[in-house]
């Protein structure tokens, strides 16, 4: 290899990236061009005919009350769930922070639920979530509270689902944050002890300055992590009760595969969901730049 | 910060501190139970009789383990091919993403190249691009092609793994440049360099990538339950999801069974590396 020479060296950078640029070419970028472009034209499973039909998928999806739907409820169980999951990853975290045996015992069960499939999730609390037979009703039972509805009332099952979601997750999210933890020189809160600073200005003046990138990489993957929920829709409710928790992706994959395999309004329904990542992800990046605190 | 601590503790505040202490050891018993508690309620169900699992007040053991639940599962499909696919496509992911990933994040951590940026962005663009945006063209791409009635949809599209390639250049950039130059003065090549040093250096984040890859693909629901639309290529995830949607759908020890079939693999691997595991985090340093 030593004696490759001038041009191997030039030539090696690029045959190293080649294989992994090349399957995200493929796989996502050109998909997404695709879907793109598919969200311009009438084309739907069933039919071969593709013809141009310019903005009118969108003007169709704009003026429907279920995709409007849709996106409301996306917003709702994207906003609960990275607010709950951030906090709560955070709090656990700092709480956690001493290396004692009873912390990582409780960091390793936090971190459980994030092995197990999110089908099996959804499955074991659809059951304790069970309005009539629920362990959790049962509970609130003992304790003299009436039982809730769950995910038999609209009022209750998107914030049912979020619960499960934050459940799944927020080991996992404490973890990054944990360790992020570890790397925070401890010389730092030695200074700032001798300054008399209290818990809470340490926190708020050290601590989440010096994890900032690691927290803003949460963010954005509990963000577009939110935007991905499936599983528990599609096992938890259908969607339901009535269109409850109908929410985008569950909207495009059945208006893409479902019924009248209307292909080219699924696209431009995932258009605005990757119009939503790409505006979400841009605002966190230039809240990065600016408040980011680097070492 | 210690000597003012002494000094200043009454009988009171000691009584306090007690009562902080064991409040917070409460708190956390309770943390531990809320998390672990679903999930062993899965395999407490799971080796239930049937009148046992909907009895109400529910009992948290059963009287005596039933492992028949677990040979009907097996026997209500051809489990033993949704097992296998399973295997093969995580195993054929997961060889795929570490050749792959390995050399492009080692690329990208090292060398300055033309236009190096611009092909990291569209790494840090697929990071954020969910499978639930490009489903509908990977479908139509391998109808195309007529591989539908193969695993490759469940496999090829996950070749380059864009987090893996993103945590992967952050430890390769972290092992020291002096280290490198020293192995360049002992005449040592490129590929030298990266398999003796580098790859040993980068081992933690390497064992993390490739354990959350292999849970993340072997859980994965949405992705097989799209692509597939024949039962001799579907995972276990969508046999199970099936299993539910059966006529066995409300004997709950039945479906809490093929969960626990569908866990059983990541549990055997998560007790001997969840050390490792949530470490690979903290050392590697995710920044």
């Not at chain 2, 009584?15 to 531990?32: D, Y």
Request: aromatic share 16%; with cysteine; net charge positive.
């Amino acid at each position: 290899m030593q004696d490759t020479g001038k041009l191997g060296r030039k030539v090696l950078p690029y045959a190293l990236v080649l294989p992994a640029i090349l399957f995200l070419l493929i796989f996502t970028i050109y998909p997404l061009l695709d879907m793109v472009y598919m969200s311009f034209t009438d084309w739907k499973l069933v039919q071969p005919a593709k013809n141009f039909v310019g903005l009118h998928n969108y003007r169709y999806l704009f003026g429907r009350s279920d995709f409007w739907n849709a996106l409301g409820n996306t917003f709702y169980y994207s906003v609960l769930t990275v607010i709950s999951q951030f906090c709560a990853a955070t709090l656990f975290a700092v709480w956690l922070r001493k290396n004692t045996r009873i912390n990582s015992l409780v960091r390793t069960a936090l971190f459980t639920p994030h092995i197990v499939a999110l089908l099996s999730v959804a499955m074991v609390w659809s059951w304790l979530m069970n309005e009539d037979k629920g362990l959790l009703n049962m509970l609130l039972n003992l304790l003299g509270l009436p039982g809730l509805r769950w995910l038999n009332s609209a009022e209750t099952a998107m914030t049912s689902l979020v619960i499960v979601s934050w459940w799944k997750s927020v080991g996992y999210y404490t973890v990054i944050i944990f360790s992020a933890l570890q790397t925070i020189p401890t010389e730092i809160y030695e200074a700032a002890d001798l300054d008399n600073a209290g818990r809470f200005s340490r926190f708020f003046r050290i601590t989440f300055p010096m994890i900032s990138p690691q927290a803003f990489l949460c963010l954005i993957t509990m963000t577009i992590g939110s935007f991905k929920v499936f599983e528990t829709i599609r096992v938890m409710t259908g969607g339901g009760p009535g269109k409850a928790t109908y929410v985008l992706v569950y909207y495009i994959y059945m208006t893409a595969f479902q019924g009248q395999f209307k292909v080219c309004l699924a696209c431009a329904a995932g258009v605005v969901l990757l119009f939503i990542v790409g505006l979400l992800t841009a605002l966190y990046f230039m809240l990065l730049s600016r408040k980011v605190h680097y070492q | 910060m210690e000597n003012r601590a002494i000094q200043q503790i009454t009988p009171l505040q000691r009584a306090l501190g007690t009562v902080f202490r064991a409040l917070n050891f409460l708190l956390k018993i309770g943390l531990v139970v809320v998390f672990v508690f679903p999930f062993l309620w899965m395999i407490s169900t799971s080796l239930k009789t049937y009148p046992e699992s909907i009895a109400y007040p529910p009992s948290l053991f059963f009287a005596k383990p039933q492992w028949e639940n677990f040979v009907m599962v097996w026997n209500s499909g051809d489990y033993l091919r949704y097992a296998r696919n399973s295997i093969t496509v995580t195993l054929t992911i997961i060889a795929l993403q570490t050749l792959v990933s390995v050399p492009a994040a080692y690329a990208f951590a090292r060398y300055k190249f033309r236009g190096g940026a611009l092909l990291f962005g569209i790494v840090l663009v697929s990071f954020m691009v969910p499978t639930q945006l490009t489903f509908i063209s990977v479908y139509l791409m391998f109808s195309k092609v007529s591989m539908l009635k193969t695993l490759w949809p469940q496999i090829l599209p996950f070749g380059a793994n864009a987090f893996g390639i993103f945590m992967l250049r952050q430890s390769f950039k972290q092992v020291p440049e002096e280290l490198i130059e020293s192995a360049r003065l002992d005449n040592a090549g490129e590929i030298n360099i990266m398999f003796r040093i580098m790859l040993p250096m980068a081992k933690s984040s390497l064992v993390a990538v490739t354990m959350f890859s292999f849970i993340g693909h072997w859980n994965d629901y949405f992705w097989p339950f799209v692509m597939t639309n024949t039962d001799f290529i579907r995972p276990l995830t969508v046999a199970i999801a099936q299993l539910r949607d059966s006529e066995h759908g409300n004997q709950w020890q039945l479906v809490m069974a093929g969960n626990v079939i569908l866990v059983l693999p990541i549990l055997i691997v998560y007790v001997f590396l969840h050390k490792k595991i949530i470490s690979g985090f903290v050392y590697s340093g995710i920044k």
